[in-house]
């Protein structure tokens, strides 16, 4: 093993995934505790403006892996190319974006290459043997724990979305790229289609604001006000399970233990009542506002602002003061 | 079509967390356990296929846990699955979910397995590298956080709808395989009473680690990931209540968003 740390930069149609930028954050500090350099791995098909992205945060080098079979994810075909860059880099830590790529693709290639692995990390350090340690969240955040590594090994973490800031500062990492080498068998996963899910809006992954509604908004309908104050704040819409059991809203949309977890900077809850299951989606969102008919709620004691009030009438005025606000 | 279905026993997903003095491990003692929601998902989609599908020879449900594990069990033969395999000794309670993998895949190796479905992750430990690293382990393809599965007639592959980033990817896959189950893909249905008592006749194999040949070596190699100091969350500091009537409380919420959080 290098001292080297591999960043494993997602991008989809040459556009990197936002994590991925982030992420580079943390490689850095590691970096600089263990003595090696960030090296960047893009794998796909045409490579250009992400490898040009990713050289703007500063890591030392970029490896790509791109090649017509590899335009779209495929589990089998990503983890032999990120294999491979393993194999030549001989990394003591990989970080991937937490993302449904990222944790799609970490468990396989571990399993591949012989490492450990931690999922969903939010803290990472280096500590005096040298190995990785890091925080993650588990119990559904009802709870948190550190991690240790085994020493004579390469240490693998999905790094949680939102948690770092993008890394900037760069440019001029070393170029180097491999090529493709397909393993037996990796065909064996053919994608047909990337379909757009839940209309033209933001997913709740993707978004730094998302405003959500509960059973409250009673119909898909009464969703609109939500969606009208989504669009003021360029935010993502979210619901909870009973909104997208009633068929409000489709189940892509759903947030909490069942549905998906989400770490935007600001959060709206209206109409939701606060079920552990939900706050098992969002407690890790940097504010958190719920409005709420009833004061007892217990999405309240959540919340860093709460209005006591029927979210028909507080969500139009809302959306109508952002407006304004945003001249 | 010989479909496997793996089970994980969870905390209730309402537990209240509590966690030892000296923060090893969270507190086990009276705590509810329960199918792992994402696993039930997996079981309906296999009882499915079986009563929907005539290739479908046998779905055999697989656990690792100790003996309360029996019951998760229990659910899975209740529900329709026809027989049990429990992994159950002291050794494999430290694994930690790759090694877990790689103990699964050294017991349904050669099983004729055609079908592997699961989970896309666990509630508790929430890290979802059970499925993934069991397919690279068999060296089979996988499709995670799945949201529907179509066979072709000939049952010999199925295209697959998964989950992403607001999106879904559409991909075709051949036997054997694995698949994780998202929520959408089915919900399961509720065991009769009658069904968990016929689930007691059905037949479960328990292994221990001794029964299991190259179980030391194949968990030597990958893995080994220790967790220590248990938290509770961070503490968020109390939220403010902004009174009044919903006009004036949104603009004031609004304000605060924008000159106080600093987050519109
Ligand atoms: C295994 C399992 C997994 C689950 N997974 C999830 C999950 O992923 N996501 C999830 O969300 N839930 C999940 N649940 C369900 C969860 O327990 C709750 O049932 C659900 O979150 C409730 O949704 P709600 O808050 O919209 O509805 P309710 O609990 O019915 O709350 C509606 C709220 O709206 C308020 N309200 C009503 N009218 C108004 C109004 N006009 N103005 C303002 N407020 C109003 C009410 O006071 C109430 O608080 C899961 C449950 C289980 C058992
Ligand atoms: N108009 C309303 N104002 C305040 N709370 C409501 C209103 N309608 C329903 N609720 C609450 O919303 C939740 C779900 O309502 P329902 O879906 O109508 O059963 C319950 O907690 C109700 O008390």
Redesign the pocket.
Known sequence: MTNDILVFAEQRNDKLHPAALQIVTPAKELAARTGGKVVACLIGGALNAAVEAIDKTGVGAIVTVSAPALANYSALRYRTALAAVIGKVQPRVVLLPATFMGRDLGPRVAAKVGAALATDVVALSINAEGTLDITRPVYNGKASCHVGFPKDRPAVASVRPNTFPAATGGGGATREALAYTPAPGDDRIDVKEVAKAGGEVKDVTEADIIVSGG??LKSEENFKIVYELAKELDAAVGASRAACDAGYQPHSRQVGLTGKTVTPRLYIACGI?GAIQHLAGMRGSKVIVAIN??KEAPIFKLADYGIVG?LFKVLPAMTAEVRRLKG | MKVLVVVRQVPDSTTNIKIQAGGQDIERAGVKMVVNPFDEFAIEQAVQLKEKRKDVASVTALIVGPATAAEALRIALAVGADDGIHLQDEAFDRLDELQTAALIATVVRGGGYDLILIGKQEIDLDSGQLGPALAELLDIPHVGTTVKLEFAADGKSFVARRRIEGAEEVVQVSLPALVTADKGLCEMRYPSLPNLMKAKKKPVKVFKAADVAGFAAAVANLGGVKMHAFQPPPERPPGKMIPGEPEPAAKELARLLREEAKVI
């Open positions: 059973r409250a009542s008919s009833d029927d």
